[in-house]
């Protein structure tokens, strides 16, 4: 296996992705652009959320022109479905759209790739082999697996977004673990590893500037897309979903969490509010570095459980971590409630 093959890809990504940033950053024009106020970064109004653009830019150039890479149907569908990320993504960073353009964007989104010929036709069986989705040619519930899929990917790690480098860190743990996954002798797909590791080379890049305190954020742009990337991969890698749900058993639980209080009390599932995990800490008193660490450790320590387990033991440690996850959130909210008792 010759390391350039990796490196290159890499080095082209990250640093194209610091020079678009210095230049978003640095220039008058992009320092002087008017975003829209960020009520998930309150106190960030004045800092720019062309990040995402950024690292959507640098992937689509070193993806299109590396020339290992052979660009197949469903890779053309990334590539499309990234272009129609930054087309709405800058348009929602601009002006904040209402739950059901969201909604509507992401449904669009699905159908696009769908059209691409991306399917989920398996699932890793914990006892081994795998099991074939029986109706994953079917027009309405392949599209609706799809669609679950990315819509519950894309919507945790955009609502992760909502502290300085927690959706770019977390990220970054789940693209490296794609990536030494797909270099396994079992596994050994050096196409998924390519796109894996410029992943991890534009995530690198901005969080340069993204780690507390922030001079860019990733904006709808950039955490849409870094979702978006990772649901792909997991597709089209074969039978990475389970490892995909695994290392992101964290903001995936968190998310699932905060639709079910949300459904709960009558609101919508996409409208932004302070019920994640991550602001919840912030009411116990955590700082925002504290808050990203433990995001870091717990999404860490998974990524290494699941790199060095089978199916069954994905499987038996996906319900283990879920389990954990979400007593320690339902814990959380007994804590907030105690203390709002006390006051």
């Not at 469903?74 to 969201?102: A, H, M, N, P, T």
């Amino acid at each position: 296996m010759r390391i350039e093959l990796f490196l290159f890809p890499f080095l082209i990504a990250f640093s194209l992705t610091i020079g678009l940033i210095l230049l978003f950053v640095l220039t008058p024009l992009f320092r002087r652009s008017v975003w829209r106020s960020d009520k998930r970064h309150a106190e960030k109004k004045a800092i720019s959320r062309l990040g995402g653009t950024a690292m959507l830019i640098a992937f689509a150039f070193a993806f299109f022109f590396d020339t290992h890479l052979v660009i197949t149907r469903e890779l053309y569908g990334l590539l499309f479905g990234s272009l129609l990320i930054l087309i709405f993504g800058l348009w929602d960073d601009l002006s904040e759209l209402g739950w059901k353009v969201q909604i509507f964007f992401q449904v669009a989104l699905t159908a696009l790739i769908f059209i691409f010929g991306m399917r989920i036709v398996m699932l890793s069986n914990p006892f081994g082999g795998v099991w074939m989705l029986p109706y994953s040619d079917l027009v309405i519930p392949g599209f609706l697996a799809l669609f679950v899929w990315f819509f519950l990917v894309m919507n945790a790690m955009n609502w992760l977004d909502g502290i300085d480098g927690a959706c770019g860190g977390v990220s970054l743990i789940t693209l490296v673990t794609i990536f030494f996954l797909s270099l396994k002798p079992e596994v050994y797909q050096p196409p998924i590893a390519i796109i894996a590791i410029i992943g991890i080379g534009v995530v690198a890049g901005f969080l340069l500037f993204n780690t507390y305190p922030a001079r860019i954020l990733a904006g709808t742009t950039g955490s849409m897309f870094l979702g978006f990337l990772i649901a792909v991969l997991a597709i089209i890698a074969g039978t990475k979903i389970a490892t995909a749900l695994l290392v992101l058993a964290l903001p995936i639980s968190d998310a699932l969490f905060v639709i079910w209080r949300r459904l709960r009390d009558g609101v919508s599932i996409v409208q932004a509010d302070k019920r994640h995990l991550h602001y919840r800490l912030m009411t116990l008193g955590w700082s925002e570095r504290q808050i990203a660490w433990f995001f870091f450790g717990v999404t860490g320590s998974i990524a290494l459980i699941a790199l060095n387990t089978q199916a069954l033991g994905k499987f038996v440690a996906l319900l283990l971590v879920s389990l954990l996850i979400f007593s320690l959130l339902f814990f959380v909210e007994h804590l907030i409630r105690r203390q709002k008792t006390n006051r």
